[in-house]
């Protein structure tokens, strides 16, 4: 079974508007990370927010945040105020556990366009 | 924020030859690395976790003879892709996470290979 789900292979919104992309995730680790990675067409993967399991509020970076419904298994990442810049890819990722030595798991991303 | 810095950036070679790519922590001690590879339009999947000092552990499906990994110092380590193909083609990234800085993952900016 697939440990992250990214079931939008493409999302397409209107600048200033804001967009949810989608995220969910298997794990039965009581102790893990959630990540949301931005790759745009340079390659780079620019890290944008971070969540942890026993985190009590959802997490917040300016214009991101991140909706953590934990019962249902979902990490989604809500984008305010779109910007032409925001067109990427977006990953969201998992590590289980908090060890140094355990790496990032990816889901398949999803493609944001942004218009003007 | 950390630095993870990779050489060469891209680079062709002809089929047969070995590549070897390396990726290092510029500010920051890191005990283990990550080497991922991407497919154009598709997800990070993780190769091989690389331990200072000792023996990589690769990812079921991933040669250990022809992605031979060294990580010799807790800033260095080298992905070495030996008799290259055409098929090998494909976007190769490092990643690696700090002891004492926190939970985030830092990557590096990648390297392009193409097997001519």
């Known amino acids: 079974a697939q440990k992250i789900t990214q079931t939008q292979p493409g999302m397409f919104v209107q600048e200033k508007e804001a967009v949810t992309l989608d995220c969910t995730y298997d794990t039965s680790d009581p102790s893990y990370g959630l990540f949301w990675y931005k790759q ?11 969540q942890g399991s026993y985190d009590q509020q959802n997490a917040t970076e300016g214009r991101y945040s991140l909706n953590f419904q934990k019962a249902r298994k979902s990490a989604n990442l809500v984008i305010s105020a779109s910007q032409l810049g925001d067109s990427a890819m977006y990953f969201c990722a998992m590590r289980e556990g908090n060890q140094a030595g355990t790496a990032l798991i990816f889901g398949k991303g999803t493609t944001l366009s942004v218009s003007s | 924020g950390a630095v993870v810095s990779q050489h060469p950036s891209r680079v062709i ?9 390396e990726c290092r922590s510029l500010d920051f001690q890191a005990t283990t690395m990550f080497w991922y590879r991407q497919f154009p339009k598709q997800s990070l999947m993780l190769m091989a976790t690389s331990n200072e000092g000792s023996k990589a552990t690769y990812e079921q499906g991933v040669e250990k003879d022809k992605f031979l990994i060294n990580h010799a110092s807790l800033t260095l380590s080298t992905l070495t892709v030996t008799s290259a193909h055409p098929e090998d083609s494909s976007f190769y990234i490092c990643s690696a996470r700090s002891q004492t800085i926190g939970a985030e993952q830092y990557f590096g900016p990648g390297t392009r290979l193409t097997v001519t």
């Open chain 2, 13 to 21: 070679c002809k089929s047969g030859t070995s590549v070897k790519i």
């Open chain 1, 40 to 50: 745009p067409s340079s390659g780079e993967m620019i890290f944008l927010i971070y």
